[in-house]
């Protein structure tokens, strides 16, 4: 059965899409989890004695199908296995094997827990390259880094103490810092981001300003950029005051305490001025403020990955029956998507 671009339909769909993502150099991780959900798709229709394959179904057969997952699966994992058969088919449109995607209209009907707002100022990844190739304060930009890499909340990047980062290859005890925390060891360049902190409460000895809104605890990848930037900061970094040894201090007034929430919305809000992108008395739909960067890893993050699970376990979003499960597969799924779409800044 030949298609618009004159590309054959090869007798295995599935293992032609393996091999090329395979030649495209995704791991062998990845391979086996596409395969594993488009084989059971594939069981499935063969059950419901669906004609002509995978090339032809409805996308009635597709909602069929994850509903039969309802009950059985939790809601994280339907979403993920959604989004696998969605880029399946989305790939093979693109290369001419399969005429149309079905799980087009399957996305946009499940139910979205992660809302864009069309009303906020849409920057593209290119543009915010530039904000961050002109920010030369090595706080402004581990700050603003930090924040567009992770989607921390402004609050929970001011909890971070030291021991909260686990940067491969840089021993921070040997540099005069804690050891990293026990949820990280073996889990090289990561950030571990509590829910613990609470305004007011004491913790690892320092009275917080900030509380976290996590409903679990999360641990958040730290790609090549972040990490690079990290160790710049890190090797400036004043004396922090405190015994918690906080990750970001101040360096102008109030030298070597923990920034504050305050200290952070006007750092973003002073470099995003500049690009026009900061206005008094203007309103979230135009400006960005922190708030906008975890907007911004959001949207780009999910509309890259299509994994909306993925995305509200790193935002701290999820459930604890959802998050642990996540947790267990931090090495794997949530490692290898988040480094295989998070978008590049430098």
């Known amino acids: 059965m030949?298609?618009?671009?004159?590309?054959?339909?090869?007798?295995?769909?599935?293992?032609?899409?393996?091999?090329?993502?395979?030649?495209?150099?995704?791991?062998?991780?990845?391979?086996?989890?596409?395969?594993?959900?488009?084989?059971?798709?594939e069981s499935f229709l063969g059950e419901k004695d669906t004609a002509d394959g995978l090339a032809s179904i409805s996308y009635r057969d597709c909602m069929s199908w994850i509903h039969s997952l309802r009950g059985t699966h939790a809601e994280s994992s339907i979403a993920t296995y959604a989004s696998y058969l969605h880029r399946f088919y989305s790939y093979m449109v693109q290369v001419g094997v399969f005429e149309s995607n079905p799980m087009t209209v399957v996305m946009e009907e499940m139910d979205e827990s992660i809302h864009t707002d069309p009303t906020r100022r849409d920057i593209p990844v290119s543009e915010m390259r530039g904000f961050i190739g002109a920010l030369q304060h090595p706080l402004h930009r581990a700050v603003i880094v930090t924040l567009l890499k992770t989607g921390m909340r402004s609050g929970e990047l001011c909890n971070l103490d030291v021991?909260?980062?686990?940067?491969?290859?840089v021993a921070l005890d040997d540099a005069g810092f804690d050891e990293v925390r026990p949820q990280l060891q073996g889990k090289p360049d990561s950030i571990y981001v509590s829910q613990e902190p609470a305004q007011g409460e004491v913790l690892n000895g320092e009275e917080r300003s900030a509380s976290n809104k996590r409903k679990r605890a999360t641990i958040v990848p730290v790609d090549p950029e972040l990490k690079r930037t990290l160790r710049q900061w890190l090797a400036v970094r004043p004396d922090p005051s405190s015994p918690a040894n906080p990750l970001?201090?101040?360096t102008a007034r109030n030298w070597g305490d923990r920034v504050t929430i305050d200290a952070v919305h006007h750092l973003v809000t002073t470099n995003t001025d500049r690009m026009g992108w900061y206005r008094t008395g203007g309103g979230p739909e135009e400006n960005v403020t922190p708030h906008y960067f975890r907007h911004f890893f959001t949207t780009h993050l999910r509309d890259r990955t299509g994994d909306r699970g993925i995305v509200k376990y790193l935002r701290g979003d999820v459930a604890s029956d959802i998050i642990d499960t996540y947790t267990h597969n931090w090495g794997t799924r949530v490692r290898d998507t988040y480094e295989e779409h998070i978008y590049e800044l430098f």
């Open 2 to 41: 030949s298609h618009q671009r004159g590309v054959e339909e090869p007798d295995d769909p599935i293992g032609y899409f393996l091999e090329d993502i395979e030649y495209q150099g995704k791991s062998k991780r990845t391979r086996t989890s596409y395969e594993r959900v488009l084989r059971e798709f």
């Open 248 to 250: 970001f201090v101040t």
């Open 163 to 169: 021991r909260d980062v686990n940067l491969d290859g």
